[in-house]
């Protein structure tokens, strides 16, 4: 699957020589560029909106929004006296304090946006959630984090277990025609709410974020970020999104998830650019409009997005003039080759992949502009990180032997702490202070990553170690898929096979022949051992919110397992 490296795209970039700088960089360099290394009054929220609203930026558009009802702008002297106005209700009617679990179960608004803003203010650690969470999930979280107060909508409302949550205090309502007996009236509130607030100033080791995330087994696990995270965010919104004054910046990502927040919320304010937030579903048409009507210069994504693009066929994206486009980055999933071998003929466009977790609190192993891709390689590290393939015991593995991804400890957004769980904490770091990310990878002899699978994933057949991500990016280079899942399936001779759950793009017929056709086309195009010797065909895969295809789920149906937490699963 090796392609041709993408070449350097000459131009002006905030990194522009990626080995001079990471040979040189330390991350006490970055914390100049905030006002609290200067004034020792430290808060996110401060640094992210009411610093530019004090500045030349003042009356620079911070935000734009738009859903099938609402298209607005906001300056960021507007941001900055509507984030106080925000505060200053949830302070005034559920009295929220420093240290105090706030948790945003609601879609994205501008509202969403006041509250996440104006409770940091406050010194509150934000836990968002996904709108889609029924109530087993919104429970397990409000109950592990012990939240005071949660903001949310009329229409999820219904979907909080009040009577199950005795730390639960206040409920506050963002929406018409609020019971004000039962819950807070977000709306009324900030009619009469001051524009003037007296900020928290907090320490860099203060919680800012709690976002649960799911694993194999057992409950979702709650990652702790502090305020210095703001380091990194800032510093990988320069170096890797690139961001520079002029910029019309579009995160893709629901707050749900960590990429909405650290890259839809933090990262771009931090840098002081206009920040683009689209509500409601995606549809090819809205997110091509989108871009066009704004002028999107850099646009952070998805492959779940890029492939349900790519699917909505060339035709569409050529009715639409994204000339603007500048720098186009994804995340979440491994970027198959085949997507960025379309997106740099439809956008002419490099696609950046970049990789980080959830626990990690910022992008760690990335592809700059200054720098060739090697398409279906995650890129390298950024400066001011160390990273290696380590095997069980945390020894460093050389060139090309695949291992379990690791970092070495010590940079600014690593969580702080796994929310009452230091064991589970602990289980994440080896000997030798590596963090152990779980994912499979090797390295190759530019130090390039290049990504596997979860290491559960990684399938033995016949002695030969498959990367299921190897298997699934072949399959969709196939012109009649869409997506594709590759699980081992224990087998008595091989050890395991390969089984491929595949969906199919429209107008093709799931025949035998067909099956047949597309092992052919894996044998001959990746290797004979790499080929599934199953084949299922599914209407979609499971996936996560984030657009994760869920392996462990297409392995447990069809294994007869349990599932594990499914909480995270699209409907
Ligand atoms: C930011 C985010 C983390 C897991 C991670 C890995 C997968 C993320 C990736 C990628 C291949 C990339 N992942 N980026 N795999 N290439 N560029 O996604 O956080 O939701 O916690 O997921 O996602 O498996 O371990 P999170």
Known sequence: MKLEALPVVKGD???????????S??????????TWYETGKLNAAYEAIDRHAETFRKNKIALYYRDSKRQEK????EMKELSNKAANVIKNTANVEKGDRLFVFMPRTPELY???LGAVKLGAIVGPLFEAFMEGAVKDRLEDSEARVIVTTPELVNRIPVDELPHLEHIIIVGEDVDTEKHIDFLSEMETASKELDIVWVEKTDGLLLHYTSGSTGKPKGVLHIHQAMIQHYQTAKWVLDIKEDDVYWCTADPGWVTGTVYGIFGPWLTGSTNVIVGGRFSPESWYQTIEDYGVTVWYSAPTAFRMLMGAGDDLVNQYDLSSLRHVLSVGEPLNPEVVRWGAKVFNKRIHDTWWMTETGAQLICNYPSMEIKPGSMGKPIPGVQAAIVDEKGQELPPYRMGNLAIKKGWPSMMHTIWNNQEKYDSYFMPGEWYVSGDSAYMDEDGYFWFQGRVDDVIMTSGERVGPFEVE???????????AGVIGK??????????AFVALREGYEATDELKEEIRLFVKEGLAAHAAPREIEFRDKLPKTRSGKIMRRVLKAWELDLPTGDLSTMED
Do not use: M, Q
């Open 473 to 483: 990016s072949k399959l969709i280079e196939h012109p009649a898929i869409a997506e």
């Open 74 to 77: 906001y300056t960021y002297k």
């Open 13 to 23: 970039h905030n990194l522009s020589s990626y080995e001079d700088v990471y040979t």
């Open 114 to 116: 006041f509250i996440v």
């Open 490 to 499: 224990p087998d008595p001779v091989r050890g395991e096979i390969i089984k």
């Open 25 to 34: 960089f330390n991350w006490e360099e970055a914390e100049k560029n905030f």
